[in-house]
């Protein structure tokens, strides 16, 4: 199978069984997500014990390559520690953008899946997404938009 084929099977499959679709009782972190481009909103919840992400849920109405790129975020941040999760969140945001070489040493493993979304600028948000709502729940911050909190060279990236 071509890394398309791959890309487009893993988003499918996601999007049709959400992994850790739900919320959770009493999260210790939460915050909600908005990408006004796209109309995806994510709530984020999850649950920190001695520092490590015990459980993890999202709900929210999004698209496709929101709802599979939360999805798997949740199920690659789950067991990890909030410094493990920021180098995801990180190295995912960067290999979107297009700054990340997937041939050097990484930690994404299947989320790599995503790489193509850089070659398609409207939807760079909707994949980044679910992990600005991640990073921001880490940061006990709330709500975050994609259309507030982007760094000058993001904006500048995506609105090529
Ligand atoms: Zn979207």
């Not at 069984?17 to 997500?33: C, F, M, T």
């Not at 180098?87 to 960067?94: P, T």
């Not at 700054?99 to 040493?105: E, I, M, P, V, Y």
Request: charge should be negative; charged fraction near 20%; proline fraction near 4%.
């Amino acid at each position: 199978m071509s890394s398309k084929t791959i890309y487009q099977e893993v988003i499918l499959d996601h999007n049709r069984k959400p992994r850790n679709y739900g919320s959770l009782d009493q999260p210790s972190h939460h915050a909600i997500g908005h990408n006004p481009l796209c109309g995806d909103r994510i709530d984020l919840g999850l649950d920190m014990t001695n520092n490590q992400i015990n459980q993890i849920a999202f709900h929210g109405e999004s698209c496709a390559i929101c709802k599979a790129s939360a999805s798997m975020m949740t199920t690659a941040v789950k067991g990890k520690s909030p410094e493990e999760a920021e180098v995801l969140i990180q190295e995912f945001r960067n290999m979107v953008m297009g700054t990340l070489n997937l041939s050097d040493h990484h930690h994404l493993g299947r989320l790599a899946v995503f790489e193509g979304v850089r070659d398609l600028p409207t939807r760079v948000k909707c994949a980044i997404l679910p992990w600005h709502t991640l990073h921001a729940a880490l940061h006990s911050v709330s709500s975050i938009s994609t259309e507030a909190n982007e760094e000058v060279s993001q904006t500048s990236a995506i609105s090529v």
